[in-house]
């Protein structure tokens, strides 16, 4: 079946470094790639996404790229900020005619705390 | 434009008692799904529904049950309640086009404590 796994947290960056959250997948075929951002007490919010090999997803300075080769698709941002402390989740959506083709399956989340 | 609503916002039941959730999704969209978040954890996939039917599930005992209404609207129920019931469960709302599979926008979560 569709699995993801994320780097485990929590991770405790200075404002202004370098963030990377690695992230992998297992699936048939080619599936839709997700990172969600979940701030405390709250909801999941769409942070970005790609849908086949080589896109790259890109918000609010985040960035990740789909590699089919390594089926990764780890989140990075070159200056984080205190506002970016959070939880982040990984996540897939199946092809379009395979299971769990509506489904979106999640990774664990990976904590960030940004402190000044 | 309203985003997705779920209410009640917080919930405590007792082990044994039933439970209902609301959703209402976004404008335009047609489809609900429901998740369970346990604390920790990320989300787990319930089931979603669309045309007022349930269309896939994940791995879910048959306690766990829903509906959709004409408005897109939807409940989730779950009865017999156990103490590992307890979780945050959030409702995302899409749009299932033709050939298309919308993003999934999710609401800001029902929490349900059993005691």
């Known amino acids: 079946g569709n699995s993801v796994t994320q780097m485990e947290g929590p991770v405790t960056l200075s404002e202004e470094a370098f963030l990377t959250i690695n992230c992998t997948y297992t699936?048939?075929?080619?599936?839709?790639l997700f990172w969600y951002v979940q701030y405390p007490g709250e909801g999941l919010q769409l942070l970005l996404k790609?849908?086949?090999?080589?896109d790259k997803g890109s918000n609010k300075g985040f960035e990740a790229t789909y590699r089919k080769e390594t089926t990764s698709f780890h989140l990075e941002k070159g200056s984080v900020q205190v506002s970016d402390s959070a939880v982040y989740f990984c996540?897939?959506?199946?092809?379009?005619?395979?299971?769990?083709?509506?489904?979106?399956?999640f990774g664990k989340g990976t904590k960030l705390s940004v402190i000044p | 434009d309203a985003g997705v609503t779920q209410s009640p916002t917080h919930l405590i039941k007792t082990r044994g008692q039933q439970v209902t959730l609301r959703c209402s999704p976004k404008?335009?969209?047609?489809?609900v799904s429901w998740y369970q978040q346990a604390l920790g954890q990320g989300p787990q996939f319930i089931f979603q529904?669309?045309?007022?039917?349930?269309?896939q599930r994940g791995n879910f005992p048959d306690r766990f049950s829903g509906h959709q209404f004409p408005n897109y609207s939807s409940e989730l129920n779950v009865n017999a309640l156990l103490l590992g019931d307890s979780a945050l469960y959030l409702c995302?709302?899409?749009?299932?086009?033709?050939?298309?599979?919308?993003?999934?926008?999710f609401g800001p979560g029902t929490r349900l404590t059993v005691l």
């Open positions: 404008s335009g969209h047609d489809t």
């Open positions: 699936a048939t075929g080619y599936p839709s």
């Open positions: 529904y669309y045309e007022e039917e349930e269309r």
């Open positions: 790609a849908t086949k090999a080589d």
């Open positions: 995302a709302s899409s749009r299932r086009l033709a050939g298309h599979r919308d993003t999934q926008y």
């Open positions: 996540a897939l959506r199946g092809p379009y005619s395979g299971a769990g083709s509506y489904q979106l399956t």
